[in-house]
């Protein structure tokens, strides 16, 4: 059973810093691209940022573009989103995801970040 877990979230002043971590298992995803999505209250699901396997390729949302950077560690089959300077606007639920034939087919459960003013 493939499972990705994310871990990190939680209460943070507006200014604030949070790493979110992605840890899978169940297979290896070391080949595949992976990517953070999150979904604000009463809104559709949105991506974040998005990192290849070869870890140089990353891409990122304007809305935390120069805030956020998305890294991953194949030896430990993990993604992480380091979110610095945090927004209220940032408040979302965060998932991440794994990619397999350029869809993304395997989701977390999600982890909660609140940013308070």
């Known amino acids: 059973q493939v499972l ?3 871990s990190g979230g ?5 200014g604030g810093s949070l790493r979110l971590s992605c840890a ?4 290896t ?5 992976m990517g953070w999505f999150r979904q604000l209250p009463g809104k559709e699901r949105e991506f974040v940022a998005d990192i290849g396997w070869s870890v140089t ?28 300077n945090l927004k209220p606007e940032d408040t979302a639920v965060y998932y991440c995801a794994a990619a ?18």
Do not use: C, H
């Open 4 to 6: 990705l877990v994310e």
């Open 10 to 14: 939680g209460l943070v002043q507006a």
């Open 57 to 84: 390729t990353t891409t990122y949302a304007d809305s935390v573009k120069g805030r956020f950077t998305i890294s991953r560690d194949n030896a430990k089959n993990t993604v992480y989103l380091q979110m610095n």
């Open 29 to 33: 995803f070391s080949r595949n691209p």
């Open 100 to 117: 397999e034939a350029a869809k993304y087919r395997y989701w977390g459960q999600g982890t909660q970040v609140t940013v308070s003013t």
């Open 24 to 27: 899978a298992s169940g297979r």
